[in-house]
Every structure is written in C-alpha cells, then in structure tokens.
C-alpha cells in the first residue's frame, strides 16, 4: 500500500543562480528561440516593474488575453499578483472580444492584460460602447506597438488608460513602458527603473537624440543564453545586456518611439521606411478596419510597400477603395511611403500571441476577398 503524501512539503533547496526556465520567443524573425533565466531574473522584474511601476497590491484582480504559457502573462498573471497577496481569473476558453467582455463582467478585474489586435476587436465588436468596463485601473498592451488611432478610441470609449510598453523573452518581461497617468500616445513611454536603454548604430556607438537605430536593453532579468543556439547567444547577450532586433528612437523628454523589427524594415528610394508607420497612418482611414505592411518585389528588385487591408463591413474592396486608400495616405506621410499595392483580405494570419505572422504574408499567397 502506498503511504499517503504528508500535507506539508519542504521548499527545494535552490539558489537564486539556479537555472530556473526556459521562455521562448516568439519567433518574429524565425524559429522560437528558448531563452534560459536565473531563479533570480523573475522577482527582479516583479519588483522593478510590477511594484515600483504598475504599483500592484493586494487588492488588485488581473485578467490576461494571453495563456499563462506566455511570459507576459506568466508575469502579469501569476508572478505579479501572487507576489503582493493579490488575486488571478483564468478562463479555459479561447480569448475573444466577447469572451473578455464576460470575464469582465463577472470578476470585475482591476488590470487587463491585452493585445493591439485585442484591443481593436473589443473596439470593433458590436454594442462595446455599452460595455462596463469601469473596474480596470489600466489595461496593460505589448507585443506590438499599440497605433495611436486605436489608443483615441479605447480612452474615448472605455476612459481606461493604456499603459502600452515592450518587453522581452530574453529580458523576461516589460522595461520600457508608459505610466500611470504618464501615457505620451504612440510612444513606449520611458525606461523602467532598474534597467538601462542604448539606442545604437549599426557599429554598436550610441546615436543622437531622435535618429533611430537598434536597442540594446541592460538589467538583472537579462537571459543566460538562448537554449542549444551558442552563436546566436553571442550575437545578443553580453552579460546583462541584450542586443534587441527592434528599431527605436529616443525623444529629448526620454520617451522612446518604436519603429518596427530591423528584419521588417523596407527600404524604398534609397531611405529607411517602418511598416508601423505607415499601418497607423491607414488605420486612420475609415474603411480600414485591419492592416499589415511588407515589402514587395515586384521582379524589378526595387523593394515598395504593399499593404493588406480587412476593410469594414461596409466597405466594399473595390479599386477605387483601394486608390481612394492610397491618396489618403499621400496627404498624410511621404510620397515615397504610400502602398504602391493593396490586397483586400478577409482576415490577417495571426500567430499565437496574437501578433500579425508577417512571414506568413511575405511567404504565402493571401487569397482576395470575393
């Protein structure tokens, strides 16, 4: 007969060196990479950016769109609350508007968790101006940069502010982001304390105030190395600091602005043109309800924006819809910026965080909408 397990158990004996999980990426620029964290790199976030900058306590109740298998939910979900003696709600469902509307209603959470493309579906989901939405102190956005369109809309319709900011698998979770009441729309806000941010060239030197270039992040939640990848380790990690992929550009007030990843950069007419850019400029445009940008090659080996829009319900996809498109988009950015081609899609291919699959639609034929 086996003898029954004792009611209290003692605490592994570990160190806060200790290897203590793998976080993968998401594999934006290719196959997900395991990023190997200290026992110690967790609770360092928890404190720096949980407790200084959300200001988490007891009394708070999260909600999250992503599963807790995903750092920024593991963070925000559990870790974060449980370390201050607050509380989680879990729903087994897949997370759709509707679904977080209910969970909303039901367990009346003080901070949400979410998504750009969350965000702009609760937005877009019939009779959201309805929604009680008053519980939330803030809602939390990452993943992708959060359009300014989308930031207007929520805050006129829900009055809940959002804190939208970037972390990492490699840095575990979130070091630059705006504050509680201290949101400056479009950008990343500023660095959370206990971490350091480099905008730099090309040769690793740091650039002047409002010229772009890569960010290197440094702090104490910074990886080990990327699990079975050492030459890829080396190009990324030194130390506590991580060589990011993302495009940035620091304001003179210390707010930094995101541009897209280096690998999703175009280059039109000889210049530096980010997707992001001009996917918030159509998102201002009536009839587009979602977009995503990539460069096309259309056999002359001159790269030019191509864009693929899910129009509006009543919007038809039409030529002239799309030339209409492209005009507004002239009047708002730089000539050179405009799509030379939209494809009107039905839907854009997501991976499981809920971040548009750019790979897919450089490598995959998008079958127009009938």
Known sequence: MVDAMPDELAPADTHRHDIAIWLFTSGSTGHPKGAVHLQHDLPYNTECYAKRVLGINENDLTVSVPKLFFGYATGTNVLFPFAVGGATALFAERSTPEKLFQVIARY????LTSVPT?????????????RDLS???????????LPIELYVRWMETFGVEILDGIGSAEMFHIYITNR??????????????????QVIDAEGREVATGEMGTLRIRGDSAALCYWQAHEKSKETFAGDSCTTGDQFHVDAEGYYWYHGRTDDMLKVSGVYVAPVEIENCLLQHEA???CAVIGHDAGDRLVKPKAFIVPRENFSPTDELAEAI???VKTHLALYKYPRWIEFVTSLPKNDRGKIDRKQLKGAQIVNRE
Do not use: W
Not at 118 to 130: D, H, P, S, T, V
Not at 135 to 145: I, K, Q
């Open 108 to 111: 009346r959470p003080t901070i």
């Open 288 to 290: 587009v309800l979602e």
């Open 135 to 145: 519980s939330l102190r803030f809602c939390l956005s990452a993943g992708e940069a």
């Open 326 to 328: 492209k005009e507004f």
């Open 118 to 130: 969350m965000i702009n579906g609760m937005l877009n989901l019939e009779g959201a101006a309805k």
């Open 180 to 197: 509680p009441g201290d949101v400056k729309p479009g950008s990343l806000g500023r660095i959370v304390e206990g971490y350091e941010a």
